[in-house]
Nanobody
């Protein structure tokens, strides 16, 4: 089973940007769907963005137009470019392989990377 390691989080002011990376322990070319998820304190983990092997993407309504997911199969890495960050984006961010169609996460979770948006 491919494991993922997330990085790139940090503390930024509202309106700022961050680029998260998700490095896989194996080839991601065979993983049809990969998603970025987040979990804020006291809330359930939710899908932020997903991408298929064909490059089709899906975004939560709350991040549409601000976040961009991409994947580099040659580097076995998935990225999440986050722009115009808002305080409500504060959460721990995780990536995972996901089920086709409904993006239900399939694997175990990594340690995640913390994103804090605050003035």
């Amino acid at each position: 089973q491919v494991q993922f390691v997330e990085s790139g989080g940090g503390s930024v002011q509202p309106g700022g940007s961050l680029r998260l990376s998700c490095a896989a322990s194996g080839r991601i070319s065979s993983i049809h769907v990969i998603g970025w998820y987040r979990q804020a304190p006291g809330k359930q983990r939710e899908l932020v963005a997903g991408i298929t092997s064909g490059g089709n993407t899906k975004y939560a309504d709350s991040v549409k137009g601000r976040f961009t997911i991409s994947r580099d199969n040659a580097k076995n890495t998935v990225y999440l470019q986050m722009n115009v960050l808002k305080p409500e984006d504060t959460a721990s961010y995780y990536c995972n392989a996901a089920r086709r169609g409904d993006y239900v996460p399939l694997g175990s979770w990594g340690q995640g990377t913390q994103v804090t948006v605050s003035s």
